[in-house]
């Protein structure tokens, strides 16, 4: 099957601005969905014509997504999957651990009522979101749990910066292990919710060294991908 027919689903018209958005929620949804491969080209005359939109419209998108790290962009070639090595791997989900640690570390005790309830909300929705088997959304949701604490912590530098994180880990699971695209469980940031609320600083940190231990599983699990 053709990258096009997997990205682009039948659909009527849109309005101008909306063409963007749509173009950018199919292709996430199919690299969060594990139906590119690493390394493979999205090639523009070719999507374009597949969401009916211009090329320069495609391109904004595939700009955005380069500096998400969804994609990578390479001058006088194009848009590509990544194609990540155990290293570069490793390195981002350190990265992410390290920076994690920190913001979760300053959040012990200091959530009140309202972002309680605004945590609370959150995982039901990603619970709602596995039951229903909406594996994009799960994804989504599963990282933006970790943003909003940042935001609480920090305030926009840092949730840019772990934002880029975030993407990269989510994107690497769900290129070599599509059946497991989120290893992040609604149930373990439950957990999380509890420790900062009673401020459990060991328990917070031992948390996120769990995310590690997974990281490390998986990339051993899946290692015959990256050769």
């Keep these: 099957m053709a990258p096009s027919s ?54 904004k998108v595939l700009a955005r997504l380069g500096f ?39 959040l012990c005790g200091t959530l009140d009522a309202a972002m309680r309830r605004k945590l609370a909300a959150h995982v039901r929705s990603e619970k709602k979101a596995l039951r229903e088997a909406r594996v994009d959304e799960a994804v989504r949701l599963a990282g933006q749990f970790h943003l909003l604490l940042t935001e609480q912590a920090g305030g926009a530098a840092l949730v840019e910066a772990l934002a880029q994180l975030v993407a990269k ?42 995310h590690s231990i997974e990281l490390a599983l998986f990339v051993e699990a899946n290692c015959d991908f990256l050769d």
């Design 68 to 106: 998400e790290g969804k994609l990578v962009l390479e001058p006088n070639r194009g848009a590509f999957v990544p194609s990540p090595s155990e290293d570069d791997i490793r390195a981002v989900y350190r990265a992410r651990q390290v920076a994690e640690a920190g913001v979760m570390v300053s």
């Design 6 to 59: 997997r990205l682009a689903p039948p659909r009527d018209t849109d309005e101008p601005s909306d063409v963007e958005a749509h173009v950018y929620a199919s292709i996430s949804s199919a690299l969060l969905e594990g139906k590119l491969a690493p390394g493979q080209q999205l090639v523009e005359r070719e999507l374009a014509a597949a969401f009916g939109c211009t090329r320069g419209a495609l391109r």
């Design 169 to 210: 880990t989510e994107l690497y699971k769900a290129l070599f292990d599509p059946s497991k695209a989120s290893m992040c469980a609604p149930d373990e940031h439950a957990q999380i919710i509890e420790a900062l609320e009673a401020r459990d600083t060991e328990r917070v940190e031992q948390l996120v060294r769990q």
